[in-house]
C-alpha cells in the first residue's frame, strides 16, 4: 500500500513564503514523477509544478519564479518552496505520485494522491 502524506501548509500574509513536503512510504520499487496540483473549492484541480526522477521540472505559468519544486529520491519525498506568496495563491495542495512502481507488483504502475494541505494567503 502506498501512502502520500502532505505537510507545510498554513496561513501566511501576501509576500510570505512556506514549504510544503510530501513523503511516499509503502514498499516503493521506484517512482517517474511527483508534484504538485491546486484546487479552490468549485474549480478543477491544476498543476503547479512537477518534478520527475531525473529531475526535469515543469511549472505553471502563475508560480514561476517564485515556487520552487525539489525531491529527494532516496527519501521518496518532494517538496514545494512558495515564496512572494499572493491571495490568488489560495488552495488546497495535493501532493501526486505518476508512474509508481511498487516492489509487491513490478510490472504495474500506479499514479497516486495525497490527502491535500490548506494553503491560505491573507491580503
Known amino acids: 500500500q502506498v501512502r502520500l502524506v502532505e505537510s507545510g501548509g498554513g496561513l501566511v500574509q501576501a509576500g510570505g513564503s512556506l514549504r510544503l513536503s510530501c513523503a511516499a512510504s509503502?514498499?516503493?520499487?521506484?517512482?517517474?514523477?511527483m508534484g504538485w496540483y491546486r484546487q479552490v473549492s468549485g474549480q478543477p484541480r491544476e498543476l503547479v509544478a512537477t518534478i520527475t526522477s531525473g529531475d526535469d521540472t515543469n511549472y505553471a505559468d502563475s508560480v514561476k519564479g517564485r515556487f520552487m519544486i525539489s525531491s529527494d529520491n532516496a527519501k521518496n519525498t518532494v517538496y514545494l518552496q512558495m515564496n512572494r506568496l499572493k491571495p490568488e495563491d489560495t488552495a488546497v495542495y495535493f501532493c501526486?505520485?505518476?508512474?509508481?512502481?511498487?516492489?509487491?507488483?513490478?510490472?504495474?504502475?500506479?499514479?497516486?494522491w495525497g490527502q491535500g494541505t490548506q494553503v491560505t494567503v491573507s491580503s
Open positions: 509503502g514498499s516503493i520499487f521506484s517512482i517517474k514523477a
Open positions: 501526486s505520485a505518476e508512474g509508481v512502481i511498487a516492489a509487491a507488483a513490478p510490472h504495474i504502475e500506479y499514479d497516486y
